[in-house]
């Protein structure tokens, strides 16, 4: 159980469970204000779910059929998987909101193919992961679809964008890191930052690997590199809470993003020395680096490797001597 939410007067927090995925705690639904009545991700499509998102608000004093707009974080399907459904509850067309770059994720074109293409088999194989763990990998990915519907011609927004209602006034940030198209969200009347899951309490965020780069605005982009400004761009704001999109809300958001430096650094540190003990590929530093790796998440781990090794390279202390596949680098003195 994660602790009550503070209650304030304009915005009810909906946490639900996940089976299958605790380390995640909760996928956290918010409820903001009235004129027009707004929710702040979705969930992910879960037997059931749509059912409990109605009693929940019920019990704040709504009803489904009352929404009016809906603004999605980033582009994972526990945060955008039962946008269709409430849609279709509420029985009109209500507008949903993401930013242009996660706009793909959500599109039947992503979702009918399992959330998975020919570029994550690059990636992959670039990391010298066997067959069978690519397999593996697909498999979990292709799952993953039956968790939500697409979403297809969504409304988009942008870095600066504001939406209004009664009682509250959302202003977008866009965080990136996390997905190239993340946003939080700022209601400067409670000085809530909604962060999605660009700031989460009790597990640092995952900078993913981008597979689409050169679909981006910025063919360099760089996750980690991301993460890091984005983290930077939250100094500027008066924030009492963080409601992020998994678990427990946060009242010390300087002390969580320490936590997020002192984390990076030190896997950093474990992938320079892991590089520099002997030259292998990717996946075969996995050992060197984690104490342990669930079945199912070598792509995670691969990832989290990959986008340190980025930075290392940034920074002159790695570079790649062999394109591969499999990709092969080197630590620098």
């Not at 582009?75 to 998987?81: A, E, K, L, S, T």
């Not at 194989?125 to 066997?130: D, F, K, T, V």
């Not at 760089?222 to 939250?234: N, V």
Request: glycine letters at 6%; aromatic letters at 10%.
């Amino acid at each position: 159980m994660i602790r009550p939410f503070p209650e304030l007067e304009n915005i009810h927090a909906i946490p639900i469970e996940l089976p299958g995925f605790e380390d995640l705690k909760t996928a956290n639904i918010y409820a903001v204000g009235r004129g027009p009545f707004t929710l702040i991700d979705t969930g992910p499509k879960y037997p059931g779910l749509l059912e409990q998102l109605n009693y929940e608000l019920r019990q704040a004093g709504y009803r489904l059929e009352d929404i009016e707009r809906i603004i999605l974080t980033h582009g994972h399907i526990d945060h955008f998987g039962m946008t269709h459904s409430i849609r279709e509850a509420v029985g009109r067309d209500v507008a949903c909101y993401i930013h242009p770059e996660d706009e793909w994720k959500i599109s039947s074109a992503n979702t009918s193919q399992g959330l998975w293409d020919h570029e994550a088999y690059e990636i992959m194989a670039l990391a010298g992961m066997p067959l069978v763990e690519i397999e593996g990998i697909r498999e979990r990915f292709s799952f993953f679809k039956n968790l939500c519907d697409p979403i297809n011609n969504p409304c988009l927004m942008e870095d600066g964008d504001e939406f209004f209602g009664d009682t509250y006034h959302l202003s977008v940030i866009h965080t990136p890191g996390h997905t190239p198209g993340s946003v939080s969200l700022y209601e400067s009347h409670s000085r809530v930052l909604f962060s999605g899951d660009h700031v989460i309490k009790h597990i640092t965020p995952n900078p993913l690997i981008e597979m689409r780069r050169t679909d981006l605005r910025d063919p360099d982009y760089q996750s980690l590199r991301a993460f890091k400004k984005s983290l930077d761009k939250l100094h500027s704001f008066d924030i009492q809470y963080v409601f992020p999109g998994h678990g427990e809300y946060i009242d010390d958001v300087a002390g969580v993003i320490r936590t997020y430096s002192a984390h990076h650094r030190q896997r950093m540190e474990l992938v320079w020395q892991a590089l520099n003990k002997k030259v292998r590929p990717l996946f075969h530093l996995i050992d060197d680096i984690f104490e342990n790796v669930p079945e199912g998440d070598a792509f995670l781990a691969v990832s989290e490797i990959y986008v340190h090794l980025e930075m290392l390279v940034n920074e002159g202390r790695a570079e790649l001597f062999d394109p591969g596949p499999p990709a092969l680098y080197r630590a620098l003195l």
